[in-house]
């Protein structure tokens, strides 16, 4: 219990002391790293103890009678937990290569933000019941307003005015009404394993329940309410990277699994006319996306519309609520955290060091950055799912739950959809090695700082690992179906 | 021994307080005496409500005549918990008063001020602990013309068409209510809510007592601002000094929603307002027409203060939607939203005092860059906006917690969608302010200075903002309280069984 209240702790006191070094950029990024590996040390120390069945439990306030807001910590929690903090010490190391080379302003404001953003993401993470979850969701949103609008610009502004009003719109309009009328239903918001619907309404209701959470779920971007994360590409890209590739992303699929398992039940689920059409929604958000992802020719546009159908993999492998799913849906949470990530910060060293955006302008720059291009080849290639990279495992799994459901049509659409995903990022690698740029250029560039080579180093081993040494997540992941059939 | 006079004590400290101010002349004193008397008056609401927590009523007798003969001043949960949210605010905008007031109101009429300023307070807290129907209505024309002086009080010479416009307003409200309360005694005959309250079951069907009815509704209606009877409050609250203002948005209006609740509950009855006569009907349809056009009107306002008033409309919507409900989880939670309202409209406006006291405009475009120039006020600001939006951790959640609640308990989920639609448009208004103040570049380069206000009005903005996140994640008192108040409403608990 005192290393979950530590670990609640620790990037708030970082928030804090990051403010108060503002002055001095060395203390304030040491301060930083420092925060981010206690941080992923106190959520590590507590993973043995919840992998042999322990919920640390902790209640922090009780802001309803009878509702308190609470911590748990459940394995499905703990892989997230884990993700996100152990990314966001390598995003640190990023960011310090970033902001620097980019000499961006309001460093200081950056990195607050971005501790706040890890607090309300691990406290995501640890939510004991549906209200908490939604308070550290809502919490989330605001504490990335500030990083999305980070450049000030008229851009930067309209971007976060999608980005808040879809986000604030689809959790106010229909999650909260969708929890509110779950309270009113069953009486509790506690994750109980199996569900605490079951039973409590009729399937129709619980069909318009579920729509409100799947689209409520706003963080999720399942279509038509995806339009905030291609508009948060205004961002940083240490931001497109570590939250809107990892943690606020998979904290919004990691909430439709939580919804999913513990609110519905994975057996109350099927029952459920209306999951069918969600379904078809889920598939059709994984062609459309790609589809758009296609025609994007700015890079980081091309890696949201990615990850918009990345993301309904998981919910796909959500809904169809059987256990290859679930399993499925939870690792790729953490094998495309991985890849994307990556690509992400690929996408930004192009920046650092070429000040370039757009795909059509990369051609040869494989020759300049081997290392950048080399590392955003591999995740290119684990993104599509090939054997040696970890997605492979996730979709195989989702695929095998889509096969269990038989739902074929979503079978169908995961190969194609695996093809997609090689059309829209294989000729960024082959314009980046193959082609020879049409002008000169005008000026030299070489590979971009060490600080941000060592971090997209790590990211790349990590796929690569994940694949020969799925059994941490498999384990987490049984877990999580093992306790809800 | 005092104890026991805590109910006269709680009124008469502040109207007592006003010829003080006026006698001492002197700017620094009155303002002082004042303080001190805002001050006592809030320790007595908090030990008047801890009193009635236990579930302890308290009745006293003016000078020891007998009720009926009388006025009986009567205390029970649900003035306890209104008298505690008025005085609160009271204290804590005097604290704040001093530099604002002497900013903005002529020099030679400051004693004036506070001293009109405590006959406003003391009318208010008269309304709320009053046992007497026409000692209520003395009450709140003491209130009411102490408002409109005070709101033309302020430099701007529009401020004195908007008074003159609240006070025919307010006065033709009183007028009804008076009517109403007149009727009243006819039937009845006695000025004593209890006993009114005794007599009215056993004449209910008669014509005189739904005529009554309909004065006193139409009547507390215009002073609580209800859509289609708001017009009044837009410019009393855009064109008023600052102070005042925050003062009034946040206590006159929760004040008259008091004295709704009293009327239709206590002396007329749940049973009788809500079976007999169809108020949950027309106040349904007229609180939805106040979310609505409330914020819309709001989003459309180029001056901030107007923008937060016509806010104000919406919210009174969000209150009247409680009562409509007709169901003790609905009555709840208006209650609730008067206290929470009360403390997010009080830190807005003292948070908007803060920009006018330095740049002596409120307007859209002198918002902007204020988040470099007034961070402390602009965070302020930005904490009181999230918690009008309805944003978990804030007051505004538990109140639209508790209304989605009462609207989905019967049923009505298209209500409760209404609801929550209608916080979005909160979100509209609320960030084209954030967006000036963080994101465009003052109008006029010296802005880009920090000039953040003094600290004895950040510390009292700060108070209130602290109290909505407070209350925000430890609701227990305000639930409870809010619980209680409307179990006594229902169960007519100054009723002696």
Partial sequence: MTALLFAILVPLVGAVLIVLTGRHPNVRETVSILTAILLFASIASLAPAVFDGARPHLALAEPLPGLALQLTVEPLGMLFALLASLLWIVTTIYSIGYMRARQENHQTRFYTCFALSLWAAVGMAFAGNLLSLFIFYELLTLSTYPLVTHAGTAAARHGGRVYLGVLLGTSIGFLLFAIIWTWQLAGTLDFVDGGILKGTATPALLGILLMLYIFGIGKAAIMPFHRWLPAAMVAPTPVSALLHAVAVVKGGVFFVLKVVVYVFGIDTLPAIDARQWLLYIATATILLAAVVALRQDNLKARLAYSTISQLAYIVLGALLANAAGILGATMHIATHAFGKITLFFCAGAILVSTRRTRISELAGIGRSMPWTMGAFAIAALAMIGMPPTAVFVSKWYILAGAVDAGQMLAVAVLLLSTLLTAGYLLPVVYTAFFETPGKPDNETHGEAPPAILLALGVTTLGTLVLFFFPDLLLAFANQLTGSGT | ?497
Wanted: charge should be neutral; charged fraction near 10%.
């Fill in chain 2, 1 to 497: 021994m005092t104890a026991q006079h805590l109910p006269i004590l709680q009124v008469i400290v502040p109207l007592l307080a006003a010829p003080l101010c006026l006698l001492s002349s002197n700017r620094q004193i009155a303002w002082l005496i004042s303080l001190i008397a805002g001050w006592t008056a809030f320790v007595i609401a908090a030990l008047l409500l801890s009193q009635a927590l236990d579930g302890e009523i308290v009745s006293y007798e003016l000078g020891g005549w007998l009720a009926d003969w009388g006025i009986e001043y009567r205390v029970d949960i649900v003035n306890a918990f209104v008298l505690l949210i008025v005085s609160g605010i009271g204290s804590v905008v005097l604290l704040y008063a001093r530099r604002s007031v002497w900013q903005e109101i002529y020099h030679d009429r400051i004693p004036l001020f506070y001293a009109i300023f405590m006959l406003c307070l003391g009318g208010l807290l008269g309304v709320a602990i009053t046992g007497d129907a026409f000692n209520l209505f003395v009450f709140m024309e003491i209130s009411s013309l102490a408002s409109y002086a005070l709101i033309a009080f302020s430099q701007e010479r529009r401020a004195l068409t908007s008074a003159y416009q609240y006070l025919i307003m307010g006065t033709i409200g009183a007028t009804f209510i008076l009517i109403g309360i007149g009727l009243l005694y006819m039937m009845t005959g006695t000025l004593n809510m209890q006993d009114i309250a005794r007599r009215l079951p056993l004449i209910s069907g008669n014509h005189t007592v739904v005529t009554a009815f309909a004065f006193l509704t139409v009547g507390i209606s215009i002073k609580l601002a209800l859509v289609p009877l708001h017009l009044w409050l837009p410019n009393a609250y855009a064109y008023a000094p600052s102070v005042v203002t925050a003062f009034i948005a946040a206590t006159s209006t929760k004040i008259a929603f008091y004295v709704l609740l009293r009327f239709m509950y206590t002396l007329f009855g749940a049973s009788f307002a809500f079976q007999n006569m169809p108020l949950s009907i027309i106040f349904l349809a007229l609180a939805l027409a106040a979310m609505f056009a409330g914020s819309v009107a709001a989003i459309f306002q180029d001056n901030v203060k107007r923008l937060l008033a016509y806010s104000s409309v919406a919210q009174i919507g969000y209150m009247i939607l409680g009562i409509s409900f007709a169901s003790a989880t609905g009555l709840t939670a208006a209650i609730l939203h008067l206290f929470n309202h009360a403390l997010m409209k009080g830190a807005l406006f003292l948070a908007l005092g803060c920009v006018y006291y330095r740049f002596g405009s409120v307007n859209m475009e002198q918002m902007r860059g204020l988040g470099r120039s007034m961070p402390w006020t602009m965070a302020a600001f930005v904490i009181g906006g999230l918690s009008l939006i309805g944003v978990p951790l804030t007051v505004g959640f538990i109140s639209k917690w508790y209304l989605v609640v009462a609207a989905l308990e019967l049923g009505w989920w298209p209500i409760a969608a209404a609801i929550l639609l209608a916080s979005l448009l909160a979100v509209v208004y609320i960030w084209r302010i954030v967006e000036a103040a963080y994101f465009q570049a003052p109008a006029d380069s010296s802005n880009a200075v920090p000039r953040e206000a003094p600290l004895s009005m950040l510390l009292p903005t700060w108070a209130l903002i602290i109290a909505n996140l407070y209350f925000g994640i430890d609701s227990s008192l305000t639930t409870t309280a809010a619980a209680q108040a409307a179990q006594c409403l229902l169960a007519m608990c100054m009723l002696p069984p």
